[in-house]
């Protein structure tokens, strides 16, 4: 019978990443000529946990320094994506199993500065966490945005 993964589990999973190709066919319509790179989910994580305290990053921001370190044109903003939301929930899953020491993956916003909703807790989490080192989250239509965020990427 399938045991379903952790959270932890997927995060350790890298599936033989990073992998680095060229770029062709219909991804050079959006992103040129060059080479692309799929990260590793620990590599997502990795940057995520270097924010400290009062600073941000952002989706984008995680791309470049994946991009850069692997000499790479581009890094996969959906697989980059999905690892930051896996990495989210990994901490969430080792923060309620005790453990201290997590990924602060509140400090990880979209691009643009936006919360992300589907990490766990939701906005109101976010924003709690946010708020308490001293961000400033407001309200556009349905978006909550940290305001003056640019400031505060790393």
Not at 15 to 35: C, E, F, H, Y
Not at 47 to 52: E, K, L, Q, T
Not at 72 to 83: D, E, K, M, R
Request: hydrophobic share 40%.
């Amino acid at each position: 019978m399938y045991k379903k993964k952790s959270w932890r589990e997927k995060l350790a999973d890298s599936k033989g990443l990073p992998k680095k190709s060229r770029i062709a066919g219909r991804m050079s319509q959006r992103w040129g000529t060059g080479t692309l790179v799929i990260p590793a989910p620990m590599e997502v994580d990795k940057i995520m946990r270097a924010v400290p305290k009062g600073k941000l990053t952002t989706i984008d921001e995680i791309r470049h320094k994946l991009a850069k370190k692997h000499g790479a044109n581009v890094c996969c903003p959906l697989c980059t994506g999905i690892f930051a939301w896996i990495a989210a929930h990994a901490a969430a899953e080792a923060k309620d199993a005790g453990e201290k020491k997590i990924t602060p993956y509140w400090r990880t916003l979209k691009n643009g500065g936006e919360l992300n909703p589907k990490y766990p807790g939701g906005v109101a989490a976010l924003k709690k966490l946010l708020t308490a080192e001293r961000h400033k989250v407001v309200t556009k239509g349905k978006r909550f945005l940290v305001e003056g965020f640019e400031k505060a990427v790393i």
